[in-house]
């Protein structure tokens, strides 16, 4: 009697430890990357710090939050610097899971930098702009900078992960 009341203690000690162990497992297998300088990982890690300040200059535009003219040139600037760094971790080869470029990336090399050059440019345009103040002349170019990242997506990124 005494032993199943142990047991079965202890079985309900491992459910949950065992979840804990797989999630832990599952994490490592996705974020290992074990490729040489590791392009996929920090191209990924820039993208998404590009994200997360767009989005924030985004919810400003969008009247989600109140504008404020010193902490929009914050990320607009922050922008700028991060708009030159994803594409010198684009090396040939680098398409390997989870990455979402396109093989239009290396096969289109002119096409590529193209695209890069109207995002650096946008993106540049929208920190100048910012200094301004004037919501009304820095939307435009934010939307500027927001097509430059959709028509770019469009010819080099795969809508879903393979992954
Ligand atoms: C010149 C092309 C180009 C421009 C411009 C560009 N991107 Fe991307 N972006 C890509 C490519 C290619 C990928 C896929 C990279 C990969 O998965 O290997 C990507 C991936 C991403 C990702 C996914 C990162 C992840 O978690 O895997 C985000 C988020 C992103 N871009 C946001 C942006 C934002 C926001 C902008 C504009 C402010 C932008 N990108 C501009 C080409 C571009």
Not at 88 to 105: H, T
Request: glycine residues 4%; aromatic residues 12%; hydrophobic residues 40%.
């Amino acid at each position: 009697m005494m032993d199943i009341m142990v047991s079965s203690r202890y079985y309900l000690f491992q459910v949950p430890l065992l979840a804990v162990v797989c999630v832990a497992l599952l994490s490592a297998c996705q974020k290992e990357d074990t490729h040489p300088g590791q392009p996929v990982t920090k191209r990924e890690r820039i993208f998404k710090e590009n994200i997360r300040t767009f989005e924030a200059m985004g919810l400003m535009i969008r009247d989600k939050e109140p504008y404020s003219a010193k902490e929009f040139l914050g990320y607009a600037q922050q922008l700028k610097a991060l708009s030159t760094q994803p594409w010198a971790y684009f090396p040939p080869g680098s398409d390997y899971a989870p990455s979402r470029a396109l093989p239009a990336v290396w096969q289109q090399p002119e096409a590529f930098k193209q695209a890069q050059e109207k995002f650096t440019v946008a993106a540049a345009q929208l920190a100048d702009v910012a200094q301004t103040g004037k919501l009304d002349q820095i939307k435009p170019i934010y939307n500027q900078v927001k097509e430059s990242c959709a028509s770019c997506h469009h010819d080099f990124r795969a809508a879903y992960s393979l992954l």
